[in-house]
């Protein structure tokens, strides 16, 4: 396992298990297992898509009257630790995994390089807003070279909206607004092309190497709601609009487009709390 994978998760492990032995007692713990599916774009710029049914483990952890380390969960493919909360201000980091790009996806990649899959860390900043807004910065770059040249940042306006059901768990509606930076290296890497054999008539692509830009805006709604008292589902639309030179790219403008849309939805059953 990559020396990175392994530091990152035994803190997050050891922050989590020192927050677990303090609310023990208040039974801020629950361990979830159910399944979803996924319908989003087969690689970034994609007109084709992907549709996946996995099963989804979750573990929660919750004490709000803390102020550091009050929360941890780990959510299929992603693990999120907040480190302070202190109601107006929040930071976290978090770790999630990444399908990658493989030229068998689509006729479009073939003689472009593969992107394997991998993992991604980052770290998340949230400042509270009056009337149930919120102000969002994240920065992601890959575990296998964390501080790489290759990294992409977001900012967001967010809306999040809880409302009380007769069940323990209250229904949460999250409605994000975001516009994406990368750099040259991230772009290059989704939409950039190489220079064909010189002279050959059947290349596909030209030449493209695509600059530092803001690439793509997001808007997107994640709804959290109990089916039961045991029972949670959570649904997320998502939709993204490339910009600039990702929009420029040939991989978008011949065989891809710009408009990407993703649908979640999972149901997970709570075995139990501690």
Do not use: C
Request: net charge negative; charged share 20%; aromatic share 18%.
């Amino acid at each position: 396992m990559n020396k990175t994978i392994l530091i990152i998760f035994i803190l997050l492990l050891g922050f989590s298990s020192n927050s677990f032995a303090k609310g023990h007692d208040k039974n801020n713990t629950s361990i979830y297992g159910g399944g979803g599916f996924f319908s989003k774009p087969t690689y970034e710029g994609s007109s084709s898509r992907r549709f996946m049914w996995i099963p989804m483990v979750a573990l929660r952890y919750e004490d709000r009257a803390k102020t550091t380390f009050n929360s941890f969960e780990i959510l299929g493919p992603m693990a999120r630790l907040t480190v302070f909360d202190n109601k107006n201000f929040k930071f976290g980091i978090f770790g999630q995994y990444e399908f990658g790009r493989q030229n068998g996806d689509d006729n479009s990649l073939v003689g472009l390089e593969e992107i394997d899959s991998h993992f991604s860390t980052g770290l998340d900043l949230e400042y509270s807003l009056p009337f149930d807004f919120s102000l969002n910065y994240k920065i992601t770059t890959d575990v296998k070279d964390f501080y790489s040249d290759s990294y992409t940042t977001s900012f967001g306006l967010s809306y999040e909206r809880s409302s009380w059901i007769t069940f323990e768990q209250p229904l949460t509606s999250t409605t994000s607004l975001t516009i994406h930076y990368a750099n040259s290296d991230y772009l290059n890497e989704w939409f950039g092309t190489p220079s064909p054999p010189f002279g050959d008539p059947k290349a596909m692509y030209k030449y493209y190497k695509p600059d530092s830009g803001f690439y793509k805006t997001s808007l997107s709604n994640t709804t959290v709601f109990p089916l039961s008292d045991k029972v949670l589902g959570l649904v997320n639309i998502g939709y993204d609009r490339l910009l600039g030179e990702a929009s420029d790219s040939q991989l978008v403008k011949r065989q891809g487009s710009s408009n990407q849309f993703s649908l979640m939805f999972t149901a997970m059953y709570k075995f139990y709390s501690f």
